[in-house]
Structure formats: C-alpha cells, structure tokens
C-alpha cells in the first residue's frame, strides 16, 4: 500500500486528469505503479529511464513514450511537461527532468535519500517538492481507485529461506518491481 499511495498522491494532488503530461522518473517499484495510475488518469505519461532494456516494459504498462535518460538529445525532446514524478532512489542529478517541465510545472521527488543535485537555473519558473506518502484518506482513495481500474502491483514472491537471494538481486538491480516474502509458506494458496 506505501508504494500505491506514495505515488497516486502527488498526481491527485496535482490534479492530473485527461490530456496532461506526465513524466516518471525510474521504473521500479514505485515508478511502475505510478505509470498505471498517470495512464489510468487519462494522461500522456513519458517514462525516462537510465537502461534501454526497460522500453517495452513501460510501454506495457502504459507509458505513451519512453525516453532513455543517458541520451541528452531525447532528453532535450521529452517536454513539455506538466508534471514530473521522480521514483527513482538513487542519488542523481535532477536538472534534465525539471528541464522537460513547462514553466510553472511541478518535479515531485519521492526518495528522501542523500544529497539533491540540480542547477538552480533549472528550477527558473517550476518548483520542485518532496513527497513520501499521504494519510488514510488517501489512501482508501487509492485503494478505492485501484479496484475500480484493476491496477496491482508486479510483485515477485519468495519464500523466506531466499531472502539472502533477494538482498542479493536487489543489489543488482534484478527485481521486477517489488519482491514479498513469503513468511508463512502460502504464496502457492493466493495463486489458486
């Protein structure tokens, strides 16, 4: 439930609706979730990513462009946007995706990890703000919204006894999207 409600906040509080244009940054657990809801929103969402092993995999969840972060060109073509969520948790620069904003857009930044990167020019006429999550309200809201699009998160479950592997694979960065572990040994029960 974070993840949902950590990234269906910030479009609902911006208000994000049909013909708006929306970027997320990264395409992981939290990144994925939020491109189901931009789509399920009605607007045009522009997923920006580092590897380009992720295209079909954003336009599969319903990105309508996919931008590969590392090609300044692309980069420089991506706007304008209206609003920018940026999911991803490593620490980087953020001035290319507050660069693809309309003035008067908005970069919301949902890691509170380490330093934030940006040339101050970059922000001349858009803001930037810092999200983690929201309250129960919400939250329904959210949960509410997902039953009436069917939207769920990919998660890959594993039994306990491999949570050595998951840190492992989480260090590589060979998830997709999320893992659960499961505790109790009845992930085989959900899947009938």
Known sequence: MCAGVTTFDPLRRAGVGAGDRVG?????????????????LGAHVTVFTTSA???????????DAVVVSTDEAAMRAAGPLDLVVDTASAQHDRSPYLRTLRLGGELVVLSTAGRYDLEPMALLGRTMTLS????????????????????VADVEVLPLAEVGTAFARLAKNDVRYRFVLDVAGRAAAWRS
């Open 24 to 40: 997320v940054v990264g395409l992981g657990g939290l990144g994925h979730l939020a491109v189901r809801f931009a789509a399920a």
């Open 53 to 63: 092993d992720k295209v079909r995999a954003a336009r599969d969840l319903g990105a």
């Open 132 to 151: 983690a999550g929201a309250g129960t309200v919400r939250t329904q809201e959210m949960l509410d919204f997902c039953a009436a699009h069917g939207i």
